[in-house]
């Protein structure tokens, strides 16, 4: 009896373990293929929620059924006018058919390996096919001059092609190269574009260049406008001295007129009192000299007779 409860016992066991082997539960972001002996069987699971397969032999190979990026490395490449840069790239990519992506790839590892291979191939026939000026620019647009000494560098070479169509020739001649590999890739773009170091430092040179003789320039203008500016304030200042000399010399002139007459006015003043003085010192030295019985004979011509004569009529 306790035999037969412990074969009982394995065969539930192995029933259980078979269920749980037979059920997957496939994830809203997975997709699977089920193979059987390294064989794909049937047609690819793509809906979410629990499926069945054959519990021992038959196994499950899952799939990111989002959106997968891809980075580039670096490349050095050649564009069309002989001008070497360091490419950067990326892209986003999804697995569209399960089945034949893994028939002929594999896995994820085997796609981005791949893609690999192709982006990186169609990227350096795609740089090396255009100017550097169609690769970094998009558009013909009209720059936006904040500043009149940048005109002359602001003046932008036309363009055939441009950035966004180089990047749109990429993705679709990849995509036709991955039409049988069970992907689809969804976008392309140019992350990072560079000049290799020693073409860099030429650019660098030739910006430096190109800076120094605006400077240059500019120099040069500032120096005439401040020979400008030196002369004109000369030229005012000297009419300003003259006008001043004029106004100075004007107001000395009325100063001294002011002057004399003051002085004249003063000095007949002086004169008066000086000629009052000496008649009242005259009078104190008659009143002194003479007394009741002084007799004394004057010169009508004298000044002190006209003096009597005029106070004293009769």
Same mark, same amino acid.
């Given at each position: 009896m306790k035999k037969k409860n412990i074969i009982l016992l394995v065969i539930g066991a192995v029933i259980l373990v078979a269920a749980f082997d037979a059920i997957f539960i496939l994830d809203e972001k997975e997709q699977a293929i089920v193979t059987q002996f390294g064989k794909p069987v049937g047609d690819a699971r793509v809906d979410p929620g629990p499926n069945v397969k054959i519990p021992f032999i038959q196994k499950v190979q899952f799939f990111d059924k989002r959106y997968l990026k891809w980075d580039g490395d670096p490349n050095q490449i050649p564009t069309a006018d002989k001008k070497f840069i360091f490419v950067e790239s990326y892209a986003?990519?999804?697995?569209?058919?399960?089945?034949?992506?893994?028939?002929?790839?594999?896995?994820?590892?085997?796609?981005?390996?791949?893609?690999?291979?192709?982006?990186?191939?169609?990227?350096?026939?795609?740089?090396?096919?255009?100017?550097?000026?169609?690769?970094?620019?998009?558009?013909?647009?009209?720059?936006?001059?904040h500043e009149e000494h940048l005109e002359e560098l602001e003046e932008l070479e036309e363009i055939s092609v441009g950035r966004d169509k180089i990047e749109g020739e990429i993705l679709r001649s990849a995509n036709e190269r991955v039409e049988d590999l069970g992907i689809r890739i969804l976008d392309f773009r140019f992350k990072r574009?560079?000049?290799?170091?020693?073409?860099?430092?030429?650019?660098?040179?030739?910006?430096?260049?190109?800076?120094? $003789?605006?400077? #240059?320039?500019?120099? @040069? =203008?500032? %120096?005439? +406008?401040?020979?400008? *500016? !030196? &002369?004109?304030?000369? $030229?005012?200042? #000297?009419?300003?001295? @003259? =006008?001043? %000399?004029? +106004?100075?010399?004007? *107001? !000395? &002139?009325?100063?001294?007129?002011?002057?004399?007459?003051?002085?004249?006015?003063?000095?007949?003043?002086?004169?008066?009192? !000086?000629?009052?003085?000496?008649?009242?010192?005259?009078?104190?030295?008659?009143?002194?000299?003479?007394?009741?019985?002084?007799?004394?004979?004057?010169s009508t011509e004298s000044e002190l007779y006209r003096y009597l004569r005029s106070n004293n009529p009769d």
């Open positions: 986003r990519w999804e697995i569209t058919d399960p089945l034949q992506f893994f028939m002929r790839l594999r896995d994820e590892t085997s796609g981005q390996s791949r893609l690999d291979d192709i982006l990186d191939g169609e990227t350096r026939n795609a740089v090396a096919s255009h100017d550097l000026l169609e690769i970094v620019r998009s558009t013909n647009r009209t720059p936006e001059i574009l560079n000049y290799v170091d020693e073409v860099r430092e030429r650019v660098f040179d030739r910006m430096i260049s190109e800076r120094e $003789r605006i400077a #240059d320039r500019f120099r @040069s =203008e500032g %120096e005439g +406008e401040a020979s400008s *500016i !030196r &002369g004109d304030k000369q $030229r005012d200042l #000297d009419e300003i001295m @003259s =006008e001043a %000399e004029r +106004e100075s010399e004007t *107001i !000395r &002139g009325r100063a001294d007129a002011e002057a004399s007459e003051t002085y004249a006015s003063a000095y007949d003043q002086n004169n008066a009192s !000086r000629d009052l003085y000496s008649f009242l010192r005259a009078m104190e030295a008659l009143e002194n000299s003479f007394d009741d019985k002084t007799s004394v004979i004057l």
